[in-house]
């Protein structure tokens, strides 16, 4: 059973580097997203593509925060100039267009910490 | 952002029912109510959904209010791998893609 998978699992970085996560999807789905959970919180929507294309970004997304999805499968989102607020748990989902649930399946997440 | 309102945290003994309430007052014609569950160091999972009717599937019962301004998840029997952080979240039938979490419950199950 291949799910969502995300990579790495944990990033500890100093503030001002970048940083590039990655998630790999259920291989037919072609809805892809990301979301953002600090502690206690439920995750925060952050983007959404459809295939390669982004449809949707929170206002939650800085211009320090770039995703892409170039061929429609794997998708990346950078982080530039990390900020100590950025430290949070990233995480992936995907679904397939037509099911009337949508239902969103998530991946283990990556954790960052920013130093 | 349609808002949902949920106790911080309940707790259940195991073998026992659970219920888990959700307020949601300004809910629209075409919000779905969507619950999902969040296990300690795991993605959130997809629990059961549903729009007017009640709704059964193999993990949970969804009880909706008439008015549709509350609803409740029914765990028939809890068991300890049922502890976890539950959220009731509204789904617009016609913009689907964003999904909003809130806080959620925390759902600890005593043996």
């Known amino acids: 059973d291949t799910g969502v998978s995300q990579d790495p699992r944990h990033k500890i970085t100093k503030r001002g580097q970048n940083v590039t996560f990655r998630c790999d999807p259920i291989s037919e789905h072609n809805r892809l997203y990301w979301y953002r959970q600090t502690l206690g919180q439920g995750p925060e929507f952050l983007t959404y593509?459809?295939?390669?294309?982004?449809?949707?970004k929170s206002r939650l997304l800085s211009d320090r925060f770039s995703a892409e999805r170039p061929k429609g499968s794997f998708s990346t989102l950078e982080i530039q100039r990390t900020e100590q607020g950025d430290s949070a748990m990233y995480l992936c989902?995907?679904?397939?267009?037509?099911?009337?649930?949508?239902?969103?399946?998530f991946g283990p997440g990556t954790r960052l910490t920013v130093l | 952002d349609a808002k949902t309102t949920q106790p911080n945290s309940m707790e259940s003994n195991e073998e026992e029912p659970v219920h888990l309430p959700c307020n949601h007052s300004t809910i629209s014609g075409t919000d779905y109510i969507h619950w999902y569950r969040q296990l300690p160091s795991q993605g959130p999972e997809y629990v059961i959904h549903?729009?007017?009717s009640n709704v059964n599937n193999r993990m949970a019962s969804l009880a909706i209010a008439e008015d549709r301004k509350s609803s409740t998840l029914i765990l028939h029997r809890a068991t300890l791998r049922d502890a976890a952080v539950y959220y009731c979240i509204l789904r617009d039938q016609y913009n689907f893609n964003k999904f909003y979490f809130g806080s959620g419950t925390k759902l600890n199950v005593k043996p």
């Open positions: 593509f459809q295939n390669e294309a982004q449809l949707e």
């Open positions: 549903g729009l007017t």
């Open positions: 989902a995907s679904s397939r267009q037509g099911i009337q649930t949508n239902e969103q399946f």
